[in-house]
């Protein structure tokens, strides 16, 4: 039988959320960890399910750090993030945070869905973005912030079982 494990960085809890998901559509006994609590040999997983909140358009820092150290044939990546997860934007932070892993193209699969914004960073935001600016919270950022505060929800936690099983299907057909 193959092994998995499962660890995230979460800021809000959107990210834990759906790492618990994800761990539930795995075999039982699957180990579902922040990743201040990782193992330091995780040789012994054959897929290593990494999950992170968006920050800059990447993984956060944490998470990259952990990243950058990985050399393991398996990654499927998840994250979340305050905008629509069918963006251009949320595409870019799977891909920028794919980036850092080293090796050659260990990404199995990946996951993106909507999650609510930390009220301190909406309310720095506004304290460092002028009218006009890309990132200032407008009536247009405002709307996206409601949206988010409604996720991840029952769809997205669904869509992460599937995703886990998804994945699985394809480590088990490699």
Request: charged share 25%; aromatic share 6%.
């Amino acid at each position: 039988m193959k092994k998995y494990i499962v660890l995230y960085s979460s800021r809000t809890g959107n990210t834990k959320k759906i790492a618990e998901a994800i761990c539930s559509a795995l075999p039982a006994g699957t180990p579902c960890r922040s990743i201040d609590e990782a193992p330091t040999d995780l040789n012994g997983y054959d897929c290593l399910f990494i999950g992170f909140w968006v920050d800059r358009g990447t993984a956060d820092q944490q998470t990259q750090q952990l990243l950058r150290q990985l050399s393991h044939p398996h990654i499927a990546l998840f994250a979340t993030l305050g905008a629509d997860p069918c963006s251009q934007h949320a595409a870019d932070s799977l891909r920028n945070a794919s980036a850092l892993c080293p090796g050659e193209n260990p990404l199995v699969h990946s996951f993106i869905c909507q999650g609510k914004v930390d009220p301190q960073l909406i309310e720095q935001m506004k304290r460092m973005f002028p009218p006009g600016h890309p990132h200032a919270v407008d009536e247009k950022r405002e709307a996206i912030h409601e949206e988010a505060k409604k996720h991840p929800n029952e769809a997205d936690v669904a869509a992460a079982k599937v995703f886990a099983a998804e994945t699985v299907k394809r480590v088990e057909n490699m």
